[in-house]
């Protein structure tokens, strides 16, 4: 409930700085271990949190994420920086959508704004 | 009739001491440990930092771009503390159409700490139409 609340806050946050009103268009969001990355119409939002990398789409057509471990939560680490960690050879790529679903994954939020 | 009192008390005594057990300090080397405690006599016991950053764009095809970084460490020579805490939370906002917003923070803890809390939170919007935010966080301890 708490997790759900504070996704539509910090979604809400940004449409009342904004101000003015839009066409009716969608804000893709995903939140994983509490970190949430949204994309408007037409935007890419990237994130990377200790090394793991999640890219997406606007259009909900573009999801990949790099490297990581999806279960890590907040937990003490010494991991080297990941600069430059999509051109590495050996790096993990993980295509993990590549279909237009507004809600592939349960944590998924897709919020209308006017 | 009291042999079942003796055995029910018997448990009652054992749970706490069970529970006791678990949670605090693991250690490995109680004496090594009990060494790294006593050689901090004087110092501080305990590291607490706390990292927050806000980038925005709001106007059309604007950049932002926030470099943040929080190095451990600043305790006086010598000394290391016990416990470590750090909070890294930032939030990166393209908010204008076709803006482009980048936000990085590094945090890095300080090195001997017995026991290290690390808290990180990031906000990442594109919201803008065709808008780019890319976000990266590394909230690191040393060892």
Not at chain 2, 8 to 37: C, E, F, K
Not at chain 2, 88 to 96: D, P, Y
Not at chain 2, 104 to 128: E, M
Request: contains cysteine.
């Amino acid at each position: 409930m708490s997790r759900c609340l504070r996704v539509a806050t910090f979604a809400v946050l940004p449409m009342l700085w904004w101000g003015w009103s839009a066409s009716a268009e969608s804000l893709r969001c995903q939140s994983a271990n509490g970190n949430l990355n949204c994309a408007g119409s037409g935007g890419v939002s990237c994130q990377t949190v200790n090394g793991r990398k999640v890219c997406i789409s606007g259009h909900g057509d573009v999801i990949q994420s790099f490297g990581g471990d999806q279960s890590a939560g907040d937990r003490s680490m010494d991991m080297p920086d990941d600069e430059g960690l999509d051109d590495l050879p050996g790096v993990r790529q993980r295509p993990r959508r590549q279909a237009a679903n507004p809600r592939p994954y349960p944590d998924w939020k897709l919020i209308d704004r006017e | 009739m009291l042999r079942p009192t003796f055995v029910a008390l018997s448990l009652l005594a054992a749970l706490p001491a069970a529970a006791q057990d678990r949670g605090g300090l693991r250690m490995r080397d109680p004496t090594a440990v009990l060494d790294q405690i006593d050689a901090n006599r004087g110092c501080p016991m305990s590291s607490t930092s706390v990292t927050v950053g806000l980038n925005r764009t709001t106007g059309r095809g604007s950049s932002a771009q926030q470099q943040l970084a929080t190095m451990g460490g600043s305790e006086p020579s010598g000394c290391h503390p016990l416990v470590s805490t750090q909070v890294v939370t930032g939030a990166n906002l393209a908010l204008g159409r076709g803006s482009s917003a980048g936000q990085t923070i590094n945090a890095q803890g300080p090195s001997g700490a017995l026991a290290t809390t690390t808290y990180t939170r990031g906000y990442n919007y594109a919201y803008g139409a065709s808008s780019r935010a890319n976000q990266r966080i590394l909230n690191l301890t040393n060892k």
